[in-house]
């Protein structure tokens, strides 16, 4: 896959020397409350026998914040395609670490990733399922121009695995990319 840029950001590859960083930012309690992935495969992020067609990016800063040295790893995007032609879309997941949040990070690597799937991968629609008390992450989604759907109820286990929540289904279509 290749290095793909935006507003002050890289999409790198995801690999091995990342997994630390990565593991860091996961058990972050305002990732790990939307994020629940504390227990990762060895071979995360680069290799995940349990997702084998999802593709990792690493975000990194660019360029890196003062004192942090290059890479400066701040989250991780991943996106998994649906090939079947009648419904042919991908998928898109976000994460980052709370020190770079409204600082529009997630904003440019969400629109770097989607130009690559639009204009690269040749997808027309992109979804992406944020919990729906998850306002900032829908926030920034809004912001490059996804649309909610609808509101899938008791979509996704909690954290303390007693319960479920719900998850905001939202779409952008080609034309929508703000």
Known sequence: ??????????????????????????????????????????????????????????????????????????????????????????????FLDPAVHGRGVGRAAVRALAEFLFAERGHHRLVIDPSSANAAAVACYTAVGFRPVGVMRQYERDVDGNGWHDGLLMDLLRDDLG
Do not use: C, K
């Open 1 to 94: 896959m290749p290095v793909l840029t935006g507003d002050g950001i890289r999409l790198v590859p995801a690999a091995l020397e990342h997994r630390a960083r990565l593991l860091d930012i996961l058990a972050a309690d305002e990732v790990r409350r939307f994020w629940d992935e504390p227990d990762q495969p060895d071979g995360w992020p680069a290799d995940d026998p349990s997702e084998p067609d999802t593709v990792r990016y690493t975000v990194v800063l660019d360029p890196p914040r003062e004192g942090v040295g290059e890479p400066d790893v701040v989250g991780l995007i991943q996106f998994a395609e649906m090939n079947v032609p009648e419904y042919r879309h991908a998928g898109v997941d976000l």
